[in-house]
């Protein structure tokens, strides 16, 4: 869950992190062409400032569009998850976050995008983690 940051985070705000925190650096969240994390893979780190309060340091990383080879072939998905690093993805139906959307969460562990009705139909999204203070 949000801790503390807005749900929605415009991407025009990011700002590139100069030297992100070792617990941060490399996290973010694994999309898989099968269900069960199956087939082929596409990790997403965070590299971008995206919000900042007494509680909670947010990162993001924004794709615009996944391309025509991920397009609507994303069938489940995993974000990192820790007591003090919490990651979830923001995914739309279409590019340019058009077309409806979802947050999933890190905790929620492996997902299957079936089960919620986003099987093959992402395609584009954005990586939060939010690190605690």
Known sequence: KALGRPLHIDPNILKRASGLPSDVAGRGCTFYEHNNGGGKSWRKSVNWLAYDNQSVTTYAEYVTTVGPWWNDKISSMRCDDSSKVHCSAEVWRDD??????????????????DRYGWNDTVSSYMVFCDRVK
């Open 96 to 113: 340019n976050r058009g077309g409806g959307d979802a947050i999933f969460w890190g905790t929620q562990g492996l997902l299957n995008l």
